[in-house]
Nanobody
Framework: QVQLVESGGGLVQPGGSLRLSCAASGIIFRNYNMKWYRQAPGKQRELVASIRIGFDTTYADSMKGRVTISRDNAKNTVYLQMSSLKPEDTAVYYC???????????WGQGTQVTVSS
């Protein structure tokens, strides 16, 4: 059974920081590109960051400089460190795992991030 379980979300004040985690099971984790997406109510799901099997990373322009994605293959976990958070960062953040030949990979259930004073 494939499972992606996100955690670490919650309520944070503007300017604050959060670290999200996504623990994977049921896949050969080191063979998967890992991505973080987010989706706010009434808005399109958007890519936040990605880290490939070779550990190279990409980031959305909207969060560049405020976010770092990393992975620990020994723990089957991908992380998203966020700082200088803004109210517009409020969304459900989802973890995605996909091989190079997959059009759509596996998804977690998401973790809610709310940035508000």
């Amino acid at each position: 059974q494939v499972q992606l379980v996100e955690s670490g979300g919650g309520l944070v004040q503007p300017g604050g920081s959060l670290r999200l985690s996504c623990a994977a099971s049921g896949i050969i984790f080191r063979n998967y590109n890992m991505k973080w997406y987010r989706q706010a109510p009434g808005k399109q799901r958007e890519l936040v960051a990605s880290i490939r099997i070779g550990f190279d990373t990409t980031y959305a322009d909207s969060m560049k400089g405020r976010v770092t994605i990393s992975r620990d293959n020994a723990k089957n976990t991908v992380y998203l460190q966020m700082s200088s958070l803004k109210p517009e960062d409020t969304a459900v953040y989802y973890c995605n795992a996909r091989t190079q030949i997959q059009a759509i990979g596996y998804w977690g259930q998401g973790t809610q991030v709310t940035v508000s004073s």
